[in-house]
């Protein structure tokens, strides 16, 4: 079997694609069912028909192109990520995955390859969370990890429901039916890029992922007591903002000190009210995202960070209140599918490095239905989500080579 990636071919197909976008180049804004949207996913799909793969959507628009195997009926292998993209973000985040998966197949095709097991490359909805509020939305589903019910609550920025969007967007069939049966995939790949610099500072060119860390953030409120910046004397004062204040430097302390690199904790949001510069505030908006790649670790910071609000609540005599919007677990990658990854880059002479994600992908899902593994490519300074997100196309190709490989091995 003589594998060749066209990588003439997968590069003028990424730069088509990041030319469906509602920004400017070189930057990227593909926002899931919008109509740019849909006009990549048409353009997607021809391209999978053109290699012979059988296309098929689920009710939230989960897409499946399948090389059928000559063993119809065992387990597919799955391999695939996601096209939508953030506004103002780059060209190569979840498209390499996607892009590259398909030129894997096609490689293999040329190759004169045929697989036991069924190949499907897969397409997920809305891994980013632009526009329903959370990441990850097809997968999620894809695999049970949020019911059809919780889905059909969410609603868009302009108070649309995922039922009445989708629809729109020609999707039939019921949400609770996109969930897989057991035993479906026999194993997942996804190809990304980095998104961090850790390949790039160390001159390797792959990383195979070996645990994929999980956030949870939670929303905080501290109600404190307003008033005069003049009038109210110190020892009066219930200030919101010096609560929070104490409390981001307790949940920043909880990750140092886990005991683990791993861990990390970040307040990315934190709205003052009234938000004068007289006024002492009374109130304040907090957002917290917790990290690890090891559960236990983790739900270490988020009690520490309870700890924390109690203390604070008692001490300053300020109402404080959490609530979680998601704690997803942490994924461990399954060692069948990380040794299938790392044979494939030995035999292609290439040096890898075992690796964690630090972002999470649909595979921290599709790791609860298959067994998972990641396999990351270089990207220039660790940029992501932003225009000048870049992956070179040797790296491109590398990754797209090794995951065909993979996925020889796996489907023979
Ligand atoms: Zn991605």
Same mark, same amino acid.
């Given at each position: 079997?003589?594998?060749?990636?066209?990588?003439?071919?997968?590069?003028?197909?990424?730069?088509?694609?990041?030319?469906?976008?509602?920004?400017?180049?070189?930057? %990227?804004?593909?926002?899931?069912?919008?109509?740019?949207?849909?006009?990549?996913? #048409?353009?997607?799909?021809?391209?999978?028909?053109? #290699? =012979?793969?059988?296309?098929?959507?689920?009710?939230?628009?989960?897409?499946?192109?399948?090389?059928?195997?000559?063993?119809?009926?065992?387990?597919?292998?799955?391999?695939?990520?996601?096209?939508?993209?953030?506004?103002?973000?780059?060209?190569?985040?979840?498209?390499?995955?996607?892009?590259?998966?398909?030129?894997?197949?096609?490689?293999?095709?040329? *190759?004169?390859?045929?697989?036991?097991?069924?190949?499907?490359?897969?397409?997920?909805?809305?891994?980013?969370?632009?526009?329903?509020?959370?990441?990850?939305?097809? *997968?999620?589903?894809?695999?049970?990890?949020?019911?059809?019910?919780?889905?059909?609550?969410?609603?868009?920025?302009?108070?649309?429901?995922?039922?009445? @969007?989708?629809?729109?967007?020609?999707?039939?069939?019921?949400?609770?039916?996109?969930?897989?049966?057991?035993?479906?995939?026999?194993?997942?790949?996804?190809?990304?890029?980095?998104?961090?610099?850790?390949?790039?500072?160390?001159?390797?060119?792959?990383?195979?992922?070996?645990?994929?860390? $999980?956030?949870?953030?939670?929303?905080?409120?501290?109600?404190?007591?307003?008033?005069?910046?003049?009038? &109210?004397?110190?020892?009066?004062?219930?200030?919101?903002?010096?609560?929070?204040? &104490?409390?981001?430097?307790?949940?920043?302390?909880?990750?140092?000190?886990?005991?683990?690199?791993?861990?990390?904790?970040? %307040?990315?949001?934190?709205? @003052?009210?009234?938000?004068?510069? =007289?006024?002492?505030?009374?109130?304040?908006?907090?957002?917290?995202?917790?990290?690890?790649?090891?559960?236990?670790?983790?739900?270490? &910071?988020?009690?520490?960070?309870?700890?924390?609000? =109690?203390?604070?609540?008692?001490?300053?005599?300020?109402?404080?209140?959490?609530?979680?919007? =998601?704690?997803?677990?942490?994924?461990?990658?399954?060692?069948?599918?990380?040794?299938?990854?790392?044979?494939?880059?030995?035999?292609?002479?290439?040096?890898?490095?075992?690796?964690?994600?630090?972002?999470?992908?649909?595979?921290?899902?599709?790791?609860?239905?298959?067994? $998972?593994?990641?396999?990351?490519?270089?990207?220039?300074?660790?940029?992501?989500?932003?225009?000048?997100?870049?992956? *070179?196309?040797?790296?491109? #190709?590398?990754?797209?080579? &090794?995951?065909?490989?993979?996925?020889?091995?796996?489907?023979?």
């Amino acid at each position: 079997m003589k594998l060749e990636v066209d990588r003439d071919r997968l590069l003028s197909e990424i730069e088509t694609l990041a030319a469906i976008s509602d920004a400017e180049a070189p930057a %990227v804004t593909r926002i899931v069912f919008t109509p740019t949207d849909l006009k990549a996913r #048409a353009w997607l799909r021809a391209r999978c028909e053109e #290699a =012979n793969l059988m296309v098929r959507q689920d009710a939230i628009g989960n897409t499946f192109a399948r090389w059928a195997g000559s063993d119809a009926k065992a387990p597919a292998v799955g391999t695939g990520s996601h096209i939508d993209a953030i506004p103002n973000a780059g060209k190569y985040d979840g498209v390499v995955g996607v892009l590259g998966g398909l030129e894997a197949i096609r490689a293999l095709q040329r *190759s004169g390859f045929r697989p036991t097991r069924s190949i499907e490359l897969l397409v997920f909805t809305a891994e980013e969370p632009t526009r329903f509020g959370i990441g990850c939305l097809g *997968s999620r589903l894809l695999c049970g990890s949020l019911s059809a019910a919780a889905a059909k609550r969410l609603k868009d920025g302009d108070g649309e429901s995922i039922e009445e @969007v989708r629809r729109k967007a020609g999707l039939r069939g019921e949400l609770d039916e996109v969930k897989s049966p057991g035993g479906y995939y026999k194993a997942f790949l996804e190809l990304h890029i980095e998104q961090g610099p850790v390949l790039e500072r160390r001159k390797i060119p792959l990383g195979v992922v070996t645990n994929i860390a $999980a956030p949870a953030s939670m929303r905080v409120s501290i109600e404190g007591a307003g008033g005069h910046a003049g009038g &109210v004397l110190m020892p009066d004062r219930r200030d919101a903002l010096c609560a929070a204040a &104490v409390l981001i430097l307790a949940i920043e302390t909880a990750a140092r000190t886990s005991g683990a690199a791993d861990t990390v904790a970040t %307040v990315g949001i934190c709205e @003052v009210f009234p938000g004068a510069v =007289n006024s002492i505030p009374s109130r304040v908006r907090l957002s917290a995202d917790i990290r690890d790649t090891d559960l236990a670790r983790r739900d270490g &910071v988020i009690k520490a960070m309870e700890n924390a609000c =109690n203390e604070i609540s008692a001490r300053r005599r300020v109402a404080i209140h959490t609530e979680m919007l =998601n704690a997803d677990a942490p994924a461990e990658c399954a060692p069948a599918v990380v040794q299938a990854l790392s044979d494939a880059c030995r035999k292609h002479g290439q040096e890898f490095l075992p690796m964690i994600s630090r972002a999470y992908h649909d595979s921290l899902f599709m790791a609860r239905i298959a067994p $998972a593994a990641m396999l990351f490519i270089p990207c220039r300074n660790g940029y992501s989500h932003r225009p000048d997100e870049y992956a *070179s196309p040797e790296d491109i #190709a590398r990754g797209a080579l &090794v995951l065909a490989e993979a996925l020889a091995t796996l489907s023979a």
